[in-house]
C-alpha cells in the first residue's frame, strides 16, 4: 500500500461539476511576484551557482538586485497594462526594503505570506517553531496592512507534515504550496479545511530559467503557449481552470527579460474579455461562496 499523504483524494478533472468565475469566463490568470529577502552569506542559495559558491557575496548581489531595480521595473510595467498582482512577501521586507511594500499598497495588490526571509526553509522547523513563525509573519503583515492576509506560501514550496494544519489554525484559507491541479481544491487538515491554490512549478522564472536554463524568449513562449493551451481547453471542455505565472524580481527583472515578458502579457491581455484577470485572494472568495460538492474535497 502506498503511503498517503491524507490532505485530499484523487480527483479526474473531467468527473467534477463545471461552475464560472464571476465574469461568466471559464479561465482565471494570476500573476505572483516573489518578494524575497536573503540573509548574507549563509541559509539557502541559488541553483545558478555551484553549491561551494551558493551563499557567495557574487549570488547575495546577483539576488539583492530584484529589490533594489527589478521589482521597480516589473510595476511600472504592470501599471503600464493594468495588470492586478499578488505578492508573496518575506516579512523581512519591511526591514530592509520599506518603500516595497509602500508601492504594493498604493497599488492596492493583495499581499502573501511567504514567511521571514528565503534563506531558511519552513518544513524542517519543530511545530513549536513553525507555529511561532507563520503567528509572527501573519502579525507584522497584519500590523502593516491593516488586515491579516488569507494566503500563505512556503519559502521554496517547504512543508513539515503539520505545514496545513498550522496555516489553518493560524487563520489562512488558502495556500500555494501544493501544485498537483489546474484548479483550486479543498484539503483535508486536522481542524477543517483549507483551500489549495494552483501554483507554477514550471510557469515560473526561477524554475524555468535559472533551473532549467531556458532563454528569456523560450520562457516567454512557454507561457504564452500554456495560456493558449489552457484558454482552449477550459473553453471547450467547460471545466473553469487558473493559469498562474510566478515571477522573481532579480530573475525577469532584468532588462532583456523584462521586453521579453512584455510580449507575453500583451499576448495574453489581447484574450482580455475572455479571461478573469485576478489575483489568488479573490479566486478563494469566489471558490468559498460555491454550492457544496462544486470543489473537490476529501
Known amino acids: 500500500m502506498l503511503k498517503d499523504h491524507g490532505r485530499y483524494n484523487y480527483s479526474s478533472l473531467p468527473s467534477r461539476p463545471q461552475y464560472e468565475w464571476p ?21 539557502k542559495g541559488a541553483a545558478i551557482a555551484p553549491p561551494d559558491q551558493a551563499v ?3 549570488i547575495y548581489s546577483w539576488r539583492d538586485y530584484g529589490n533594489r531595480v527589478g521589482f521597480w521595473r516589473l510595476m511600472d510595467l504592470f501599471d503600464s497594462l493594468d495588470i492586478p498582482v499578488q505578492h508573496q512577501i518575506n516579512t523581512a521586507i519591511y526591514e530592509t526594503c520599506p518603500d516595497i511594500p509602500e508601492r504594493i499598497r498604493a497599488r492596492g495588490d493583495e499581499f502573501l505570506g511567504h514567511g521571514y526571509s528565503n534563506s531558511d526553509e519552513q518544513g524542517q522547523l519543530p511545530e513549536a517553531q513553525e507555529r511561532q513563525l ?19 506560501m512556503s519559502p521554496w514550496l517547504s512543508n513539515s507534515e503539520v505545514s496545513m ?10 495556500v500555494m504550496d501544493w501544485t498537483m491541479d489546474d484548479q483550486p481544491i479543498w484539503m483535508k487538515t ?25 532563454t528569456s524568449a523560450e520562457f516567454t513562449d512557454m507561457l504564452i503557449d500554456n495560456f493558449d493551451e489552457m484558454l482552449e481547453q ?18 525577469v ?31 478563494c472568495r469566489h471558490v468559498e461562496g460555491l454550492p457544496d460538492g462544486t470543489v473537490p474535497q476529501k
Open 234 to 251: 477550459s473553453e471547450r471542455d467547460g471545466h473553469p481552470t487558473v493559469c498562474p505565472i510566478s515571477l522573481h524580481p532579480f530573475v
Open 190 to 214: 486536522r481542524r477543517g479545511r483549507i483551500l489549495s491554490m494552483p501554483y507554477p512549478v514550471e510557469a515560473n522564472d526561477n524554475r524555468g530559467i535559472v533551473w532549467y536554463r531556458y
Open 56 to 58: 557567495s557575496h557574487s
Open 134 to 152: 507563520i503567528q509572527e509573519c501573519t502579525e507584522i503583515i497584519t500590523r502593516h496592512e491593516g488586515k491579516a492576509p488569507t494566503g500563505w
Open 23 to 43: 465574469n461568466g469566463s471559464k479561465l482565471a490568470v494570476y500573476v505572483a511576484m516573489n518578494i524575497e529577502a536573503f540573509s548574507y552569506g549563509e541559509g
Open 253 to 283: 527583472g532584468r532588462p532583456y527579460r523584462i521586453r521579453e515578458l512584455r510580449r507575453a502579457f500583451e499576448h495574453i491581455l489581447s484574450h482580455r474579455d475572455r479571461i478573469w484577470l485576478t489575483r489568488p485572494g479573490d479566486i
Open 165 to 174: 494544519d498550522l496555516l489553518q489554525e493560524a487563520g489562512y484559507r488558502y
